[in-house]
């Protein structure tokens, strides 16, 4: 890797890396897997060098594909699906309702908590999710109104 592949991937790392472990976070439930997951990841886009010289969308999205797939492989082989306190969502964010409304995404099943997460957090579409996740853009239709639904409903009964 030369001097300019180095600049680049450190600021792939300082752009991407909050977007990463907060997918990590909600798929492992746990912060060390997340961070082992994120640095797996990184490592990754290091060793492929030829993904630095894309475009910033191009990288984001091939940065959660193989987020999406480490975290698939780290459950795989670790079976272990233990959750930890949620102790560490206070350390990663600051902002209490953020806070608040993690806690409750993070009580939530997977399938939905990912979908939330990309779609209000991060901002994509349903068609850009539908490409990302591989899956029905109207599947994940309903696991956004669904999560929706559940996420207003925890919300009101935390209040």
Partial sequence: M????????????????DMVTG????????RQDAEDCCQN?????????????RDSEHLKA????VTVNECKNFLRFRFRHRAE?????????????ERLVMERIMS?????????YLHCFCGYSLKELSELLRCNENTLKSRLRRGREMLKDLLDDGL
């Fill in 41 to 53: 990841v990184f490592l990754k886009l290091f060793k492929n060098s030829v993904m630095l010289s």
């Fill in 85 to 97: 306190p949620l102790d560490f969502i206070n350390a990663y964010y600051e902002d209490s309702h």
């Fill in 23 to 30: 997918l990590c976070l909600l798929r492992l439930g746990s």
């Fill in 62 to 65: 091939w940065l959660i594909r």
């Fill in 108 to 116: 939530m099943p997977p399938a939905y908590r990912e979908v939330l």
């Fill in 2 to 17: 030369d001097g300019s592949e180095k600049i680049l991937f450190e600021q792939a790392v300082e752009n991407y890396s």
